[in-house]
């Protein structure tokens, strides 16, 4: 006998723990639905499930995004900088980004490399 069920997984981290439960939930549920059905503020109290922002593997989603089998709603910690800030920071220090995200002096060498001949 067929199951309208989908099994789904809600994922959150921290820097020190991380935990991945796994639940049953009707086939016509939100996300948002699955999120406050869970019991994951039973290991961080700290979420707030009802506005908390979740996504998809690494994909920000919408409330009324429809969930597949499999899939993993994952829900998204607060940012502590905000990046645009970040890198306007940066470039009032004279700091820019080298490849690989360490930071290296923006400064210019004065000294041209001389033309081939």
Not at 68 to 74: H, L, Y
Not at 77 to 89: F, H, I, Q, T
């Amino acid at each position: 006998m067929p199951t309208d069920d989908l099994h789904i997984e809600i994922a959150y981290a921290t820097p020190e723990q991380q935990v991945i439960l796994e639940l049953m939930v009707p086939a016509d549920s939100s996300p948002r639905e699955v999120v406050l059905q869970s019991n994951i503020e039973t290991y961080f109290p700290e979420i707030d499930k009802n506005l908390c922002d979740i996504g998809i593997f690494g994909k920000a989603i919408r409330g009324e995004h429809k969930l597949e089998n499999g899939d993993r709603i994952e829900i998204y910690r607060p940012l502590l900088a905000d990046p645009k800030e970040v890198r306007k920071r940066r470039a009032a220090e004279g700091m820019r980004m080298k490849k690989g995200g360490g930071k290296e002096d923006a400064k210019v060498d004065s000294k041209k490399a001389e033309p081939a001949k």
